[in-house]
C-alpha cells in the first residue's frame, strides 16, 4: 500500500472506498502486496488517512467478497494466496521471480490456511515446547536483571552462551571448539553473510544438487561463483572439487537436505584431504537437524574429524527450538578467527544479551537437553507412523531418508511427473512438496534420473493429520 | 584459549598449573585473548580440562599478581586491557588493527574499570529507562503469548511493528513511509549489509571527512570504493559528488557526527537535485540520534522532503532505548524496494517475534515517547552543565556542536597536539576522545584546520561525575 496516502484524491468521479478498493486490488494484482500480508486495521487506516471509518469497511467488504482478502478471526485482514494471479505471467517479473517466496512466506507465517494438509519439510512441532519453563527464565532475568544486560555486548556473542554452547556442540555433536571460535548470530542467513566477509568475494563454491535452497539463494546473492557437483549415496563426490577447481564446498553431512544422505566417514576424509591439498580450501558444515536422529547414535560432526582447521561449522536452535528466537551460531577455524577479528570485528552482535542470557540459562540449567530428549520421541512416533501409513505406496513409490530428521521421500516407481503428483493432492487440499524445489542447476542429473520424487515432511502434523493426510493422499496417488 | 585442550601435556617438565599460565599468559602477550574478555571460571575450566580446581586456582592467582588479569566482584576473572602491550608491535599486524576496537569494546563492556572519569561521546544513560515497564510489558506478552510467537516471522519484521515505526517516523521525524518500505533488522550495521545486497556492489560512496567511523568500516568491508568529501559549515557540499562521480553519499543531516553540524534545507535540496540527476543514486541517511535536540524544533529528517525516491532512510533504537535490544530499521525508496524483494525477500528477519512484539506495544502504549522526552530533559541538563562547567575552557578552546546530541567538541587554540591533550588527560584518569578516531583520510582537511578537536561524551556520566570530571581537567588542559 505504499502509496495509498498520495492514491486519495476528493473530487474525482470515484469516491473514497472506491478508490481504497481499487488501489487495493492494483496492488494485489500487480504483487505489490504480498500474500499473506496483513492489512492494516480499519480503524488505523481510517485514521491514517483521515476517512470516516466505515468507508474503509466498505472497502474491505468488497475486496473480501472478491476474494482478494481474507479475515482472519481475531487476526484480522490478510492478503490471499492467489495461485492463478501468481503464476500468471501478469503480475510481472518481480512477483513472478518470489512469488515462490511470498508463498511460503504466508505457509511459514500463517499455517497456509488453504490446505487441509501441509506436508511441509520445513515445519516444527512446537506443541511440546517448554513455553512455562522459557517464558519463567524469562521472566526471572528481566526481574532481576538491570541496566547491564541492556548495555551493548560483545561483538561475538556473551561468553557464557559461547561457552555453554561449546559444550553442548562438544558433547552431542563431538565438535572441538573453544568459546573463542564461536560466533553467535541472528540465524544462518546473517552468518553466511558474515562469512562471506571474511571469506572475501572471490570464492568459488560448490554444492550438492539437489540442495538447500535457501543457503544457495543466499550464496547467489554474494559475488561467489556457484559449481553443483555430482553426488552419490555418500554425498559429494571429493574428485569433482579438484575437477572444478573450487576453493569452498557447502555440505550437510550428518544429513543431507533434501536426501537425506549420511555421508560415510571415508567420504567425510576424502573432503577433508581435499581441503587440506591447498590453503584457503574450506568445508562450511551445515548441521542443520543433526539433533534428530531416529536410529542408532547420532552422527557426529564433520568438524570434530578435522585436524587441519578446514571446517567451518555452522548449527541453529531454529529447529530445535524455535524459528522465531533467531540464534545460530558459527564455529570457525583458528585462521579464519584471526581474519574474522582483523575484518569484522568492529560489527556488533545481532543478538540481543537478554534473549543470550534466556538462551545460556535454557540450555546450562539443562532444559535444551530434556526438550531435545522429549522431540527426538516426539517425532520419532511420527516418522513411524509416517512409514507405517506409507506402506500402501510401496507399490507405486521407494521410500527413502528414514530414521532422521523431519521428512521422507517418495520416488515415484512410474513416469508420472512431479508437477502431476503436485497437482493430485492439490486437488485434494493436500500441499506436497517436489525436490525439484531443491535443485538449484540441471547441469547434474538428480540422483534419481527422472523420476518423480516427493518430499513428505511431518514436522507440523500431530499423529491424526499424518493418519487423515496419508489417508488422503493413497486417493490422489495410488 | 582456542587450543587450550590440546595444549595441556602430562610428562613434560612443567606441571599443568604453569602450562595453563604460560598458555593464557600468551594468548594475551598475541592479543589473541581481547582486553575484557572474561576468562572461564575455575571451576568450569578445571572441569572442562578434568583437572584439579585448585590448579586453575594456581594459574589464575599467578596471572592476576602479574596484572595479565584481573577479578571483578561477583563477575569472575576479565583480560587487562595493557596499553603498552596493545601498543608495541609485540602484538603483531592483527591485535595491531583491532586493537582500538578491543578497547572501545572492553569500554562498552565493562565500563572502563581503569578510567575515574570516561567521557565516551558512545555512552548513553540507561540509569532513567523504565526496566518495570519493559520488564511487565515482555512477562505479560511471554505469559499470555503461544507458539504463534516463536513460528518463523515475516521477513520484512512483523507488520504491526513496522506500522508503529511508520507512524512515529511520521509523526516525530516527518518521514513518510508506508509499512511495506520499512526492513527491521537486527542493529544497523545488518542493515547496511543488507542494502549492499539491493544496491550490489558497483557503489563508489562518499562519506564525510571526520565521519561515523563504524559506517566507514562496514563501506570499506564491502566492495564499495569509499571517497571522503570536504565539508563546510552546512556540510557535505554537493558539487564535489559531481565531481567525484559517486553513485551514494552516507550522511547525518539532522546531526552529523562528529561535528554536529545540522544540515539547512538548502544545502539538502542540492544533495536532493544532485540525486536526482542520474538513476541509481542515492543519499543514504543515517538519523541516528535525532531524538535528542535541546533547542527549537528536532530538525525533519530529509526523507521528508525527497520528493522522487531517492533517500535511504536509517534509524536506530540503540540510542533511544537500549544499545542491546539490537533492533534498527531502514526505510527503502519503492524502487530499491522492488529490487530488495526481487533480490533479498528469503533472507529471514534478524530480530526475534517476541523482542519485535515487545518493542512494539512498548511505542504504543506511549512508553517511548515519555521515555524520550524524559531522556530529552535528562541529557539537556547534563548538556547545560557541561556548558557551565566548560566556561573556563573559552579561553585556551572553542567549544561547538551543543543543543544536541551527547557531545561536545573543543578545538584547542593553541597549537597543543590531540596526543598531547589525550595523555595529559589520561594521567589525570580521565579516558578522552579526539576528533582523528572519526577521520577517515587526511585526503581533506578537517574544518578546524590543524587544530586539535576534542570530544566531551557525557551521555553515560551523571551530575557528579560531570562536574569532578571537568574540575579535573582543568588540571589537565588549563
Known amino acids: 500500500m505504499n502509496d495509498m496516502n498520495m492514491e486519495l484524491r476528493t473530487g474525482t468521479g470515484k469516491c473514497l472506498y472506491e478508490q481504497i478498493y481499487e488501489h487495493i486490488r ?14 492494516p486495521s480499519t480503524r488505523s487506516l481510517a485514521e491514517y488517512l483521515q476517512i470516516s471509518r466505515s468507508t474503509v469497511d466498505y472497502a474491505y ?89 541492556f548495555a ?51 570464492v568459488k563454491i560448490a554444492m550438492e544438487n539437489p540442495t538447500y535452497k535457501r543457503a544457495w539463494k543466499i550464496f547467489r546473492s554474494f559475488a561467489y561463483e556457484i559449481t ?39 567420504r567425510r576424509m576424502e573432503l577433508l ?21 531416529y536410529r542408532g547414535k547420532p552422527i557426529p560432526s564433520l568438524q570434530g574429524a578435522d585436524q587441519t582447521g578446514k571446517v567451518i561449522y555452522i548449527g541453529t536452535f531454529s529447529k530445535a527450538i524455535a524459528p522465531a528466537i533467531r540464534v545460530s551460531y558459527m564455529v570457525l577455524p583458528k585462521d579464519l578467527l584471526t581474519v574474522y577479528r582483523e575484518k569484522c570485528y568492529f560489527y556488533s552482535s545481532t543478538v540481543s544479551r537478554i534473549d543470550q542470557k534466556i538462551l545460556n540459562e535454557f540450555i546450562s540449567d539443562g532444559y535444551f537437553e530434556r526438550h531435545l530428549n522429549k522431540m527426538r520421541k516426539v517425532y520419532k512416533g ?8 506409507l506402506r500402501p505406496f510401496c507399490g507405486r513409490f521407494i521410500i527413502s531418508g528414514e530414521n532422521a530428521g523431519l521428512h521422507l521421500l517418495l520416488c515415484c516407481r512410474d513416469n508420472r511427473a512431479e508437477q502431476e503428483l503436485i497437482k493430485a493432492a492439490n486437488q485434494k487440499k493436500i500441499r506436497v512438496y517436489g525436490l525439484s524445489d ?28 499424518i493418519r487423515l493426510g496419508i489417508e488422503r493422499l493413497k486417493d490422489a496417488w495410488l
Open 152 to 202: 551493548a555486548g560483545h561483538p561475538q556473542g556473551e561468553w557464557e552462551l559461547r561457552w555453554t554452547i561449546s559444550r553442548y556442540l562438544h558433547a552431542s555433536r563431538g565438535v572441538n571448539c573453544m568459546p573463542e571460535q564461536i560466533i553467535v548470530g541472528a540465524g544462518n542467513d546473517y552468518l553466511l553473510m558474515l562469512l562471506e566477509k571474511i571469506l572475501g568475494r572471490h
Open 438 to 465: 531443491s535443485l538449484v542447476s540441471n547441469s547434474t542429473e538428480p540422483i534419481w534420473g527422472d523420476h518423480a520424487v516427493m518430499l513428505l515432511g511431518y514436522g507440523g502434523l500431530d499423529d491424526q493429520a
Open 382 to 389: 511420527k516418522h513411524d507412523l509416517m512409514l507405517e501409513k
Open 228 to 266: 553443483t557437483v555430482d553426488m552419490d549415496e555418500a554425498g559429494m563426490k571429493a574428485e569433482e572439487l579438484r575437477k572444478k577447481e573450487v576453493t569452498a564446498a557447502y555440505i550437510m553431512p550428518s544429513h543431507q537436505f533434501p536426501t537425506g544422505v549420511v555421508m560415510p566417514i571415508g
Open 273 to 293: 584431504n581435499w581441503a587440506k591439498e591447498k590453503e584457503g580450501r574450506y568445508l562450511i558444515e551445515d548441521d542443520y537437524d543433526s539433533e534428530f536422529r
Open 61 to 149: 467488504e468488497q475486496l473480501l467478497s472478491e476474494g482478494y482478502i481474507e479475515a482472519r478471526p481475531y487476526r484480522g485482514y490478510f492478503v490471499c494466496h492467489i495461485e492463478e494471479l501468481l503464476n500468471s505471467g501478469s503480475v510481472g517479473k518481480i512477483s513472478g521471480t518470489y512469488a515462490a517466496d511470498l508463498i511460503k512466506a504466508e505457509q511459514d507465517t500463517h499455517g497456509g490456511k488453504e490446505w487441509e494438509f501441509d506436508f511441509s519439510p520445513n515445519a516444527i512441532d512446537m506443541s511440546a515446547f517448554p513455553f512455562s519453563v522459557w517464558n519463567r527464565i524469562s521472566r526471572t532475568i528481566l526481574s532481576e536483571e538491570k541496566s547491564e544486560l
Open 26 to 39: 492494483t496492488e494485489i494484482r500487480e504483487g505489490k502486496l504480498l500474500a499473506g500480508e496483513k492489512l
